[in-house]
């Protein structure tokens, strides 16, 4: 099995290229190949399979752990730079069909050989309802970008860190956030569902940026510095997610 590793902002994904749907990944699969110790390691499997609701590729997400999710927007871009690659392009447009929807991908060539800028059509962010996390955040808001979010809001950086150090992952992503540093910025440490704290989140950054607008702490464009990183996100309909994908390595896995 011939795959290859990407991570966006350090979200890292094993990218299986299979667009004539013959070796489909499942929950197994995604467990054996993520695993850090007996796999090769990686936030999450994506299966890029055949046409799809009238999409040029499908997309099939498993978490670390075998769950499915609906939509990443690291993983997402990480995808497209996969098909750019193996086209022998730099640059692509190409529409990607998720369990959150069929997404428009806009891939460009950067400096680094192994470094492309994406742009995502992440879909709109709507209200979800925001559980009770117990953090002693300032307010929670729950928040769906196609998969289910609660964005904690911070008054301090000590108390961000020290409700996210240790935060046991639950039924939805959680962002911690704090306004700043800049104007129309955000700094934010994540806990994914189904992986745990990962450097960077592109669904939750979108999920970030729009409980920030709606919190009055940015406008419409807002910068979301992660662990791994920063993402721009344009608030709007749709809303869109920019930001880097990087090849780490191909890599040929014998023991499938």
Known sequence: MHLAKYHGLGNDFLVLLDEIGATPADAALARALCDRRTGVGADGLIWVGPPSDGADVSMTLHNADGSRAEMSGNGIRCLAHAL????????????????????????????????????V???????ASA????????????????NPHAVALFAERRGLDAAADGFTSIDRNVEFVLAGPGDGELTMRVVERGVGETLACGTGACAAAWAARRWGLAGDTVTVHMTGGSAVVELGSPVHLIGPSVHIADVEVPWL
């Open 84 to 119: 750019a690659r193996s086209r022998g392009v730099d640059a692509i447009d190409v529409t990607v069909a998720t369990d959150a929807g069929v997404r428009r991908v806009e891939v460009r060539p950067t400096d680094d050989a192994r470094t492309v800028e994406v742009r």
């Open 121 to 127: 059509d992440m879909g709109d962010v709507t209200e």
């Open 131 to 146: 559980p009770e996390l117990g953090l002693g955040a300032k307010d929670v808001l729950g928040a769906s970008v196609g």
